[in-house]
Each structure stands twice: as structure tokens, then as C-alpha cells.
């Protein structure tokens, strides 16, 4: 039945509804199956829009972080949030999505986004996260050209595009990309300026520095950490193995990052900002705050393996977000310690629940070193 379930509920979603849309806002958003996807997500359906979501075709479904919000798009009175497959490979997708849709704002939020994947796989991020942003800028262009409507725009930045430009970073500093995928947001982000100067398109770029949550893929640092701590907590693991951790990052909270999405999207005049906490804190800090905070010393279970040093490192991200507080009023709510902690509790959970699968012996316990 749960197949019998997921087949239906796929193929409904294909074809979006068009329930009371007129009378509310109505958002794109591609890569809404992400953490910031999924928050945004849950923000927009708070302030009455429509969500409607671009997802890649797969064999395994990867809608996890918004199966909660997730209505069947036959309860046409409550199901606000609508998926459709899409890829920023296929252009002509893009456009059939934005003619049927007909959003209100589009945000960009899909990538190849693991920096370090990027140097494996460089050809594909380009692709995705570089010339996906031009397609999804082009089609957005022919489509207000063909049709007359008004369309904001969103592209999802990143504070590593800096690369080893010295902090405190701003709009106005340098980009100096060490990897793959921030040379590709770089184009992004140029791609996004020329689009706003040359047709007058309302686009904006937010260059947001690392922001974590309990949602974080867990091959990120800060939730291989605190996932690896959960296991490590309750007997299932005994070992961490990290790269440089010394390496410094300006963390806050996803949560709060999508609402500073939003708010460039409601200015006036399109401009780009950067959001960050304007705290910058170490990865061996991050282990310091998150084993500490159950009772262990990182120092008995970590170990530096050399195969996770990136071929070019960024040393230092620390972001100066005056602008984005001046013009958009925003501020981070959740600081540093509160999120290590809020992601530890989460993963201590789930690190209990799988435990008690462990002992059953529905799982193997040797997974992890």
C-alpha cells in the first residue's frame, strides 16, 4: 500500500491544481526538498502563499524534510504546497513550470552544494549550480517578455564565493572562490546582476553565510558532528574522523536565514545583501560546545584524516551583514551555542531510536568505526 500510496500522490502532483491561487501570493521554489527548501517553505505557507516546488526525478524519494507539511493535492482546500519534477539541466522544464504556475516570486535555492563534492564532480556543478541559475534567469525573462506579469527573483548566494578574501566580508568585498562550486555561485551571482541591469528584472542575490539546522545533510561538518556525537553518546561509535578543523565559519540558523530570503523580495528597489550572524567560530569550537554539552572530550573520539583537506582551503568566513540590518530589519534570533545544541538534542533522539533497533538487532551495530 505505502508504494500504491507514494505512485499516486506523485503522479497528482505533476498537474497543480488552481484552487483559490489568485487570491494569494504564489512562490516557485527549486530545491525545496533541501534544509533551506524546507524552511522556506514552512515560512511562505505562514505568510498565505502557494509553494509550488521543482523536485528532480529519482528512484528514491527525498521529500523527508517537508513530508510534515505535506497535504494531498486532491484536499484542494488545504493543500497549499504542490510538487512538480523539474531539473536546472532542462531549460524547457523551467519554462513550462513558470508559464503554468505563473509565480509571484521564484526562488533559487537548488545546487550541487557540497563544497568538497564540487572538486569531485566540477563539470556537474557548473552546470547546476552556474549555467542552472542562467536558464532559471532566462526563462523567468522570456516568460515576463511573453506575458506581461511581474516576477521576483531570488538567488541563493554563498559566503564562500569570499574564498580567501579577509574577513569581515561584505557586499562590496571581493570574490576570490577556492573551489568548484563558489566559482559557480559566483557566475550565479554575476549572471543574476546582469539579468537586473539589462532587462530590469527584480532579482536579488543573497549571499548567506553557513547556516546549519537539524536538517543539515548529514555529510556537512556540523551534522556529521553532531550526528556522530548521538551515535557516539549512546555506544554505537566510538570514532569521528574530520578534516581541518581549524578552519573558521560564520554559523547561524536556517530558520532564520529564509526569512531574510523573503524579505529582500518585499524592498522596493532589488539589491543584494548578505546575512550572517557576524560571529565566526572555529570547527574545533563547534566539537568543544557540542561534546561538552553531554559530557564528553572530542579529543578521545576525533581523529584527523588527511583525505577530507580540501586541494584549496578557506580559512576564515565571517560576514558583515550591516546592510541586510540597516535596510531589511533583520537580525539572527538563534546564536551559536543555542543551534550546536538545538542540532545535538535532535541527533542524541535519533541516535536513541536507532539504538533500540541496534539491540533488536534490525540493524548493525559496526557500521561506523
Not at 500500500?1 to 521554489?29: F, W
Not at 566539537?287 to 554539552?293: I, T
Amino acid at each position: 500500500m505505502a508504494s500504491e500510496d507514494k505512485v499516486s500522490r506523485s503522479e497528482a502532483e505533476t498537474t497543480p491544481n488552481g484552487g483559490s491561487s489568485e487570491m494569494r501570493k504564489i512562490a516557485l521554489v527549486t530545491g525545496i526538498t533541501g534544509q533551506d527548501g524546507s524552511y522556506l517553505t514552512e515560512f511562505l505557507l505562514g505568510k498565505g502563499y502557494e509553494v509550488h516546488g521543482l523536485i528532480r526525478r529519482s528512484s528514491n524519494y527525498n521529500t523527508q524534510r517537508i513530508n510534515h507539511i505535506y497535504v494531498d493535492p486532491h484536499n484542494v482546500n488545504k493543500a497549499r504546497m504542490k510538487l512538480h519534477y523539474a531539473d536546472l539541466s532542462d531549460a524547457s522544464s523551467l519554462r513550462r513550470w513558470l508559464d503554468v504556475i505563473k509565480p509571484d516570486e521564484v526562488y533559487n535555492l537548488a545546487a550541487q552544494s557540497h563544497v568538497a563534492v564540487s572538486f569531485e564532480i566540477p563539470d556537474y556543478t557548473a552546470d547546476v549550480v552556474a549555467t542552472g541559475a542562467l536558464r532559471l534567469l532566462e526563462a523567468v525573462r522570456s516568460h515576463i517578455s511573453d506575458n506581461g506579469r511581474n516576477i521576483k527573483y531570488y538567488q541563493a548566494g554563498s559566503s564562500e564565493m569570499f574564498g580567501s578574501t579577509p574577513p569581515p566580508q561584505s557586499e562590496t568585498t571581493p570574490f576570490h572562490p577556492r573551489s568548484p562550486y563558489a566559482a559557480s555561485k559566483c557566475a550565479a551571482h554575476w549572471y543574476t546582476v546582469n539579468y537586473r541591469e539589462a532587462y530590469g528584472l527584480y532579482a536579488c542575490n543573497g549571499i548567506l553565510f553557513n547556516h546549519e539546522s537539524p536538517r543539515r545533510g548529514e555529510n556537512f561538518v556540523t551534522r556529521k558532528i553532531t550526528r556522530a556525537l548521538g551515535r557516539i553518546k549512546v555506544g554505537l561509535q566510538t570514532k569521528l574522523f574530520l578534516g581541518n578543523i581549524q578552519a573558521s565559519r560564520d554559523w547561524g540558523f536556517a530558520g532564520d536565514y529564509v526569512e531574510a530570503m523573503w524579505l529582500m523580495l518585499q524592498q522596493e528597489k532589488p539589491d543584494d545583501y548578505v546575512v550572517a550572524t557576524e560571529e565566526s567560530h572555529t570547527v574545533e569550537e563547534f566539537l568543544e560546545v557540542s561534546f561538552g554539552y553531554v559530557g564528553l572530550n572530542w579529543r578521545d573520539h576525533v581523529e584527523i584524516d588527511k583525505r577530507y583537506f580540501r586541494p584549496t582551503e578557506v580559512d576564515n568566513l565571517k560576514g558583515d551583514a550591516t546592510k541586510a540590518k540597516q535596510v531589511l530589519k533583520w537580525t539572527p534570533k538563534v546564536g551559536f551555542e543555542q543551534l550546536v545544541k538545538m542540532m545535538v538534542d535532535e541527533d542524541l533522539d535519533m541516535a536513541k531510536r536507532e539504538k533500540v533497533l541496534v539491540d533488536a538487532g534490525y540493524m548493525d551495530a559496526q557500521q561506523q568505526p
